[in-house]
């Protein structure tokens, strides 16, 4: 056990529809990070957090939004959701933003859409 | 652009040795991360390297040349268990996301 949480473990819906995947990081983490993993594709960074602050984006799509508010979870917010966003969500959390800082990877959230 | 390149799979038996390979092209370095991720589940931190040479631990054992891009993980004692995706990571810029590679998946057999 990480000590990161994310819920919910599993959700299926329908294309069209929006979701909100919810994370909680290790105690006295400051850093949150969101990946999503396809099978053909591994794992992608999305977008980052620090503090409150967003840090950092990757290949987030506009219909995908985050924030991090002031207890440190984050959401992760897909909305207008398409087949091919059916995918493992994580999110991973770091003490800080430094190099060398070792992210934790929580248990993920799978989403289906039909 | 950034690339990291892993082979895609490999197999094993049990007590044996191996090696996999990993090459890196990345526009900056803040040190290499290896995962374990076991399907379906999360990954799980390994071994990180930021300078050149040889880091053990347990059975597992990470290794890393900057000037060549390249690093390598070493599990010895293959056990049953170790059967998993390895995800090699680089951290490009500190404190910011990793790169990570498509992972090699190990099946290791009796």
């Known amino acids: 056990d990480s000590g990161v949480t994310q819920t919910p473990k599993h959700l299926i819906t329908a294309t069209g529809q929006r979701v909100t995947l919810r994370c909680s990081p290790r105690?006295?983490?400051?850093?949150v990070y969101w990946y999503q993993q396809s099978l053909d594709q591994g794992l992608q960074f999305l977008i980052q957090?620090?503090?409150?602050?967003?840090?950092a984006k990757g290949n987030i799509l506009e219909r995908f939004s985050a924030q991090q508010f002031p207890d440190l979870h984050s959401e992760l917010n897909l909305s207008s959701l398409e087949l091919g966003d059916s995918a493992l969500y994580f999110c991973a959390s770091s003490v800080r933003a430094s190099g060398g800082d070792t992210q934790y990877f929580g248990p993920g959230t799978r989403l289906t859409v039909l | 652009g950034q690339n990291i390149d892993q082979p895609t799979e490999m197999t094993a038996t049990e007590g044996a040795i191996v090696q996999i390979n990993c090459t890196y092209q990345t526009s900056g370095f803040n040190g290499l991360f290896w995962y374990q991720q076991h399907a379906g589940e999360a990954p799980t931190f390994l071994s990180y390297?930021?300078?050149?040479g040889l880091e053990e631990k347990g059975r597992f054992s990470s290794f890393l040349s900057r000037s060549k891009g390249y690093s390598y993980l070493l599990l010895k004692e293959l056990q049953m268990k170790d059967s998993a995706s390895y995800l090699c990571?680089?951290?490009?810029?500190?404190?910011?996301?990793?790169?990570f590679g498509k992972g090699t998946t190990l099946s290791v057999s009796s």
């Open positions: 957090y620090y503090n409150g602050e967003e840090r």
């Open positions: 990571a680089v951290a490009n810029q500190a404190g910011t996301a990793l790169i």
């Open positions: 390297n930021v300078l050149d």
């Open positions: 105690s006295g983490d400051l850093s």
